[in-house]
């Protein structure tokens, strides 16, 4: 796990997206991701089960729309969706 913080920082954007890939990346390690410079890393930090509904909220105002989309897909924010229209 901790060579995942190294390659998080790394300059190549595909290193950084596959730590974003990753199933073991820790969420905070997610959390820096999500404000990387490349869209494709935050489309797919959009999409990975472990990002905090926090980060998703932030995504999903993304002006890119695969962001958007993997954001609003995100199982995380489906089940945050279908608790609010239950109760």
Known sequence: VEILAILASDTDVNVRSNVARHSQTPV???VILASDTDVNVRSIVAIHPKT???????????TDVNVRSNAAFNSK?????????LW
């Open 52 to 62: 905090p509904v926090e980060i998703l909220e932030k995504l999903a105002s993304e």
């Open 28 to 30: 905070e390690i997610l």
């Open 77 to 85: 924010t489906l089940e945050e969706i279908f608790e609010e229209e």
